[in-house]
T-cell receptor
Framework: AQSVTQLDSQVPVFEEAPVELRCNYSSSVSVYLFWYVQYPNQGLQLLLKYLSGSTLVKSINGFEAEFNKSQTSFHLRKPSVHISDTAEYFCAVSEPGGYQKVTFGTGTKLQVIP | KAGVTQTPRYLIKTRGQQVTLSCSPISGHRSVSWYQQTPGQGLQFLFEYFSETQRNKGNFPGRFSGRQFSNSRSEMNVSTLELGDSALYLC??????????????FGDGTRLSIL
């Protein structure tokens, strides 16, 4: 069975500072990896995903994540955060197959401090 | 293009009652999935519907059921409500069912509180 661990439940960071949200996973097969963002009182939005190919994936709003197979990690980074990045971020891992195979992490709340 | 619409946004029920939640997918999307989100358990898959048929099911008791109509709209029903059913219920739609790498679009959820 697969699992995903988000090591930090909350991450406070000052505006314009860099941030890294950590995600580690375990699986016995090849997986897909995702980061979702959830703003207050809203549903999840896909931020970026790794399916195959280049291990570095980027979103349109400056976030990036790198798939590291040897360390079974998929950490999310941004070089300079904005107030608007305040939200909860979920890492997810999935084996090929239907959506029932997607396992979500417990989330990391990113709080950007002005 | 309208997004995924869930109604109602908030709901308060008491133990033992039943509840029905509704989800209208993005126009043209035919696959609808339901998730339960709680602080303790995180986000958990409930079930997926396509062409009015349940395609996949998560590990939830039979009190949780759903259905999909010919226009792809979906409803989720929970009977004999328990305090532990208090959660945010999210619906997600996608064009077609298929591999889990296909993008899903989430609604804003229905927050169910059980008193």
């Amino acid at each position: 069975a697969q699992s995903v661990t988000q090591l930090d439940s909350q991450v406070p960071v000052f505006e314009e500072a860099p941030v890294e949200l950590r995600c580690n996973y375990s699986s016995s097969v090849s997986v897909y990896l995702f980061w979702y963002v959830q703003y207050p009182n809203q549903g999840l939005q896909l931020l970026l995903k790794y399916l195959s190919g280049s291990t570095l994936v980027k979103s349109i709003n400056g976030f990036e994540a790198e798939f590291n197979k040897s360390q079974t990690s998929f950490h999310l980074r941004k070089p300079s955060v904005h107030i608007s990045d305040t939200a909860e971020y979920f890492c997810a891992v999935s084996e090929p197959g239907g959506y029932q195979k997607v396992t979500f992490g417990t989330g990391t709340k990113l709080q950007v401090i002005p | 293009k309208a997004g995924v619409t869930q109604t109602p946004r908030y709901l308060i029920k008491t133990r033992g009652q039943q509840v029905t939640l509704s989800c209208s997918p993005i126009s043209g999307h035919r696959s609808v999935s339901w998730y339960q989100q709680t602080p303790g358990q995180g986000l958990q898959f409930l079930f997926e519907y396509f062409s009015e048929t349940q395609r996949n099911k998560g590990n939830f008791p039979g009190r949780f059921s759903g259905r999909q109509f010919s226009n792809s709209r979906s409803e989720m029903n929970v009977s004999t409500l328990e305090l532990g059913d208090s959660a945010l219920y999210l619906c997600a739609s996608s064009l077609e069912p298929g591999d889990s790498n296909q993008p899903q679009h989430f609604g804003d959820g229905t927050r169910l509180s059980i008193l």
